[in-house]
């Protein structure tokens, strides 16, 4: 396969993307408009999997992923050919970036906030509960849409893109550690187990999705780079995306409605169910608080 040419000639949105013109037609196109359908296709499969089972999940939290998948259809073209990563490694001069691709860049980081608002409040909503969660939304909005403000002031595109992902990242390995923590704990139920389960793999997918193109972006030289392995590195990105999406949509369908179900701080829930059992009949113990609605999601 020969590297990729420099074909500015055919490019139009090179202003815009300036990734596209090293990225070539194909797989500019391809990012384009293949992502957003898939990503959008899998939201309104999620949608109609939450419309049906609305009765028996939280509401707050099926919202929470579907607004991810919605983000991620919305960033992954922009975050793929924005040349970002090739003008960090290549150290370019960060006011030669187009300033109509800055604009565009700004405008991704406010969809990045609220990929960052489901990173951070699905963690929170589990461990501190629904009003915690609801109330920590704009702060983890900023933690990442804090790039739009620094942009207009003259902060470095291209170190944001860097930093933006050591954010999300950082936000990922704690929800990673905290589900982790809740599968070895010995007094978490199993249902609590299997959904903590589906966030280290949702999790866990996602983080390892876009290491190998950023790698590629970082260490192959820009006249090396082929249009296969631009081609192959993002599709491999994209299919691991929708595989982590999987996972959260499938957790999400395992969480119940209600503030205090996998509220960790709340101490009384441990009591509530010590008195619940101590005052039920033998068949009511056989069936503990709340069993059924958490099984019944899952």
């Known amino acids: ?54 009765a028996s999940i939280s509401i ?19 975050s793929a050919l924005n040349g970002l990563v090739t003008g960090y490694a290549r150290k370019d001069d960060p006011t030669s970036y187009p300033p109509t691709a800055l604009g565009i860049w700004g405008l991704t980081n406010f969809v990045y906030g609220v990929h960052s608002v489901n990173n951070c409040c699905r963690v929170i909503f589990d461990s501190r509960g629904l009003r915690v969660a609801i109330l920590f939304i ?6 990442q849409a804090w790039i739009i403000i ?16 050591f954010i999300d990242y950082i936000q990922h390995l704690s929800g990673l550690v905290y589900w982790l923590r809740k599968i070895s704990k010995e007094d978490s139920e199993q249902v609590d187990k299997a959904r903590a389960w589906f966030g280290v793999g949702g999790v866990f997918s996602h983080m390892i999705s876009v290491v190998p193109v950023i790698t590629y972006k970082m260490d192959v030289p ?50 509530t169910k010590q008195e619940y059992k101590a005052q039920s009949t033998d068949d009511d113990i056989k069936t503990p608080l709340n069993s059924i609605d958490r099984n019944e999601a899952c």
Do not use: H
């Not at 929470?64 to 919605?70: E, F, G, H, K």
């Open 1 to 54: 396969m020969t590297a990729v040419a420099d074909i500015s000639t055919w490019n139009a949105m090179a202003v815009a993307l300036p990734g596209t013109v090293n990225m070539g037609p194909i797989v500019s196109y391809l990012v384009l408009f293949v992502p957003f359908v898939l990503f959008g296709a899998q939201g309104i499969y999620a949608r109609k999997l939450f419309n049906d089972k609305k």
């Open 60 to 78: 707050f939290y099926s919202t929470l992923i579907l607004l991810n998948v919605a983000s991620m259809a919305l960033v992954t073209a922009p």
């Open 138 to 143: 704009p702060v983890a909005f900023m933690l």
């Open 150 to 165: 620094a942009l207009l002031f003259g902060f470095n595109p291209y170190s944001s893109f860097m930093i933006g992902a």
């Open 222 to 271: 820009l006249e090396d780079q082929t249009t296969g392995a631009n081609l192959g590195l993002l599709a491999f990105m994209v299919v691991v995306m929708i595989i982590s999406q999987v996972f959260w949509i499938k957790m999400a369908l395992c969480t119940p409605p209600g503030e205090e179900i996998f509220l960790d701080a709340n101490k009384e829930k441990q009591q």
